[in-house]
């Protein structure tokens, strides 16, 4: 069944500050994911952040359909948003969030388990599964190590990653491939791609990478608050 | 070899029926008046009532988790998040309120092995000072541990052994030092057994009272680990106590943000730490560390 994820008509201005975002509106699903670039500082942190519930809006609303139902993701009360978020909706949009003495391949494997933590035994493939996908990102070498002695950009690319091994019916992905490894460019952006396949994707990005617009985006570009 | 595409089910658009749920939960220190209610709290800038010097240190407080969340509560010194999860682990008296937990009923109602035995089944809390948890110095590690399948009524010395053996194992506590007293422990390995303790008999609510306050920074980053790996992201419900922002943002979904015993804001966790409303939620989030 298609999952629809839309929005409509955000504003967002932080205190005294210029307004961010001006009647933004759009719409992703499955298939039909959503490139949104513009130029640094142009706002397209804060929509993201607007359309995970993680930013209040000052005006519009987000919106998840599935055919049967829908919830405004915006005008929830907050278990109930902390639970799409837990279920449905997969955000990266800053560094990685882990302890810091996990190893590498711990985390993917966590990440796998998924709803099945708590003292439930990863699958038997898990530990396979990790070391694979670590392998095509140009992590294979870090895979035992904390991740809190990762560099920037190994932890970055964990990140995405993580996400990647458990897509969410909606994935906000800011900015995915920059600051990234060099080597894991080409494979995070097929990954992305196959992630679309099943879930509405939005992601953001300053300049357009080729790693993903070889595959069939839709783009607007964000200015001055407006999305066009 | 590639990688098999996860499938994504369509969303179910609704959560399930909440696994705990608090209903004005009311405690106070003193003997109470009729101005207390009205002259405490955030707005009045005290929990301290001016006409009889109670401490109101909870007015009225409602609250739900799910199953499978994990609910911080932060707060500054005084501010009744102890006070709340201690009162939820049914280790102290209430002055009113209600607290529902699925499939036991009414908390507050039980009394005398009903209310023992939840205690040691369906709830569980991890104390910062894990003796201030029951767990006692001079027993062995295992047998800390054990004590719990013995409340299960489990008397089989073998069994009950391999059982709390391997959940101290799980917990990173070496075979070797499984006989040792508790008391020749370092704080984070007490800390350890504290959770192979709460998490035996896989408790319904996990309560968690400042589970890393006091431990050096390594011992902590592999404690919030080992807990992260422990929670029961399905079915059971976890609620965490702690000042430090930093263990919200790891571990918890959803927080709530509590002043002079009441709550002031709530949201997910990133929507508390990236876009605070209420000014002592700004201030807390303002005061933390790099």
Known sequence: MSVLFRAAGLRKQFAEGPVVLRDVSLNAQPWAPLVIFGDSGCGKTTLLRCLAGTFRLDAGSVHLDDGHGHHRIDDVDPRTRAWLRREHVGVVDGELIAPPCDATRDVLVQAMAGQAAGGVQPSADAWERADELLARVGLDDAADRPVGLLGQQARRTLAIARMLVRPAAVLLLDDPLRGVLPNAVAPLGALIADAATSSALVLTTTTPPPALFDHAYDTMSLTDGVLR | ?290
């Open chain 2, 1 to 290: 070899m590639s990688l098999p595409t996860p499938v994504v089910q369509a969303p179910r658009l609704a959560p399930p029926p909440a696994l705990l749920r608090v209903e004005g939960l009311r405690r106070l220190f003193g003997p109470g008046c009729a101005s207390c209610l009205t002259s405490t709290g955030d707005a009045a800038g005290t929990n301290r009532c001016p006409a009889c010097g109670t401490i109101v240190a909870l007015p009225g407080i409602d609250l739900e988790v799910g199953p499978g969340e994990v609910l911080g509560i932060v707060g500054e010194s005084g501010s009744g998040k102890s006070t709340l999860l201690r009162s939820l682990a049914l280790e102290q008296p209430v002055d009113g309120g209600r607290a529902e937990l699925e499939g036991v009923g009414e908390l507050f109602a039980l009394e005398g092995r009903a209310r023992r035995d939840v205690r040691t089944r369906a709830l569980t809390i991890v104390h910062q000072d894990p003796f201030s948890a029951g767990l006692r110095s001079q027993l062995a590690a295992e047998t800390n541990v054990a004590e719990r399948l013995l409340a299960r009524g489990d008397r089989r010395f073998e069994p009950l052994s391999m059982e709390a053996g391997g959940m101290l194992g799980r917990m990173g506590v070496h075979a070797g030092r499984h006989a040792d007293p508790l008391g020749t422990f370092s704080g984070g390995m007490r800390q350890r057994v504290q959770l192979a303790r709460a998490l035996i008999r896989r408790p319904q609510l996990l309560l968690l009272d400042e589970p890393t306050t006091g431990l050096d920074p390594s011992v902590q980053a592999t404690v919030l680990s080992l807990i992260a790996r422990s929670i029961d992201r399905t079915l059971a419900g976890t609620v965490v106590v702690t000042h430090d922002l930093g263990v919200v943002r790891l571990l918890a979904d959803r927080t709530i943000v509590m002043h002079h015993g009441e709550i002031v804001e709530e949201g997910t966790t990133d929507q508390i730490l990236e876009d605070p409303v209420h000014p002592h939620t700004q201030s807390l989030v303002a005061s933390r560390l790099p």
